[in-house]
């Protein structure tokens, strides 16, 4: 079984700039989640999935950040404009999403440095 | 808010030993929990859950206790293996259908051969 993809591994980009993140979850897998980890810290949710529809996002800095799932697979994370404190790593998880099912298998990430 | 501590940073345990991985958490409609461990430039690999009706699951080397009275629990590793060397993160979610899980901060387990 193939496991999340996730691209790029890594972007550096300066403050004020665009940056976009890309997920393939496992295939089959109904639930889809967006998490930033920062440095010495544990994941925070960003954005969580249900097939195509929005469940959470109550921790998405909405002004900046955006993040949509095509057709209930594919997802996209973006950032516009980048700041110095979006500088993290980006991980992309998905799981069954049947109740009680809540290991979530998770992709390599994307590290963003913002200058 | 913090609502899932792990107030060891890191840990340093001889191969061979027991490893005892401490976490806490403070909202009590927690009902299902999760152990991770994350190895560098990867993702978290799951190791680990339990529910609130046990207290107690193991598997294979890897066994978790949950005290629901004290809002604790720990995962013992026994034998500690160099392989084991990674970060490891304490999750607890609510049962809800939609499996929000809040993450603690993470513990650093050394093995030492």
């Known amino acids: 079984e193939a496991g999340v993809a996730q691209s790029p591994r890594y972007k550096i980009i300066e403050k004020r700039q665009s940056v976009a993140f890309w997920c393939n979850p496992i295939?089959?897998?109904?639930?889809l989640y967006w998490y930033q980890q920062i440095l010495g810290q544990g994941p925070k949710l960003l954005i969580q999935?249900?097939?195509?529809?929005?469940?959470?996002d109550s921790q998405l800095p909405k002004d900046r950040f955006s993040a949509e799932r095509l057709k209930g697979v594919d997802s996209t994370l973006k950032i516009q404009p980048a700041k110095l404190e979006d500088s993290a790593v980006y991980l992309c998880?998905?799981?069954?999403?049947?109740?009680?099912?809540?290991?979530?298998?998770f992709g390599p990430g994307t590290r963003l440095t913002v200058l | 808010d913090q609502q899932v501590k792990q107030n060891s940073p890191s840990l340093s345990v001889q191969e061979g030993r027991i490893s005892i991985l401490n976490c806490d958490y403070t909202?009590?409609?927690?009902?299902?929990f999760l152990w991770y461990k994350k190895y560098p430039a990867e993702g978290p690999t799951f190791l680990i859950s339990?529910?609130?009706?046990?207290d107690k699951n193991e598997d294979g080397r890897f066994t978790v206790f949950l005290n629901k009275s004290a809002k604790h629990l720990s995962l013992h590793i026994v034998p500690s293996q160099p392989g084991d060397s990674a970060v490891y993160f304490c999750?607890?979610?609510?049962?809800?259908?939609?499996?929000?899980?809040?993450f603690g901060t993470g513990t650093k387990l050394q093995v030492i051969p």
């Open positions: 998880a998905s799981s069954p999403g049947l109740a009680g099912e809540n290991e979530q298998f």
């Open positions: 295939s089959g897998h109904a639930t």
């Open positions: 999935f249900q097939n195509n529809g929005v469940v959470d």
């Open positions: 909202n009590s409609m927690f009902d299902y």
């Open positions: 339990i529910s609130s009706i046990k």
């Open positions: 999750a607890a979610s609510a049962y809800g259908g939609y499996q929000k899980v809040t």
